[in-house]
């Protein structure tokens, strides 16, 4: 069965350093995703990535996110500058095709990023 | 605004009970409805869609009430398995936000 992959599971930065997360969506998926869990939280949306552009994106989406497709397989997403405060689970979820494209997301497994 | 709001509970119940978890948004153009599981320190993943008419899958009975906006999730026959925390999703135009409850939360004892 397809599937989103996430790398790495776990990430461990200090405060103001750059992070690149690296995701793998569902390869026959248009719309990519990112979204943020705090630990005890609600599962936060980021940003939604369609047709090599950003399609939308929440207020948690500043200056310091970017996203990027650079090889039409991977979608990464960087924090520039990392604050405690980004510490989370970052999970990654493609959906739709060309013929459904208001099914399901399905999501990868998370990396775990911890700011120290 | 998007907003989808869930009871949090704990809900704690015993092997075999039947619960029931509702769900409420607050933007009349939404046009994609789920229920997703997830169990601690996963990912999502998805339980089920949910359809105008309302749909079944086993055990589990999915509803959606457009006008009233609100979308139930209702459990019959309870699993251990079943404990985890239960999403209610919400989704506007196509490629767009995907917009996640707190989730409702699940124990269930033998």
């Known amino acids: 069965e397809p599937e989103v992959t996430q790398t790495p599971s776990h990430q461990v930065t200090q405060m103001g350093q750059e992070v690149i997360l690296r995701c793998v969506p569902i390869?026959?998926?248009?719309?990519f995703y990112w979204y943020r869990q705090i630990l005890g939280q609600k599962v936060e949306f980021l940003v939604s990535?369609?047709?090599?552009?950003?399609?939308?994106k929440s207020e948690i989406f500043d200056d310091q996110f970017s996203v990027e497709r650079p090889d039409g397989s991977n979608f990464t997403l960087k924090i520039r500058s990392t604050k405690l405060e980004d510490s989370a689970m970052y999970f990654c979820?493609?959906?739709?095709?060309?013929?459904?494209?208001?099914?399901?997301?399905?999501f990868g497994q998370g990396t775990r990023l911890t700011v120290v | 605004r998007k907003e989808v709001e869930q009871d949090p509970g704990p809900f704690n119940v015993p092997e075999g009970a039947t619960v029931a978890f509702n769900c409420t948004y607050s933007?009349?153009?939404?046009?994609?409805f789920f229920w997703y599981r997830q169990d601690c320190r996963k990912e999502p993943k998805l339980l089920m869609s949910?359809?105008?008419s309302g749909n079944e899958d086993g055990r589990f009975t999915a509803q959606l009430n457009r006008a009233s906006q609100y979308i139930s999730l209702l459990i019959r026959d309870s699993k251990l398995s079943d404990s985890a925390t239960y999403l209610c999703?919400?989704?506007?135009?196509?490629?767009?936000?995907?917009?996640f409850g707190k989730g409702t939360t699940l124990s269930v004892s033998s």
């Open positions: 979820a493609s959906r739709g095709t060309g013929e459904t494209l208001n099914t399901e997301a399905f």
């Open positions: 390869s026959n998926h248009l719309y």
């Open positions: 990535f369609y047709n090599n552009e950003i399609s939308e």
């Open positions: 933007n009349s153009a939404s046009q994609s």
């Open positions: 949910v359809y105008s």
């Open positions: 999703v919400v989704g506007y135009q196509a490629g767009t936000a995907l917009i």
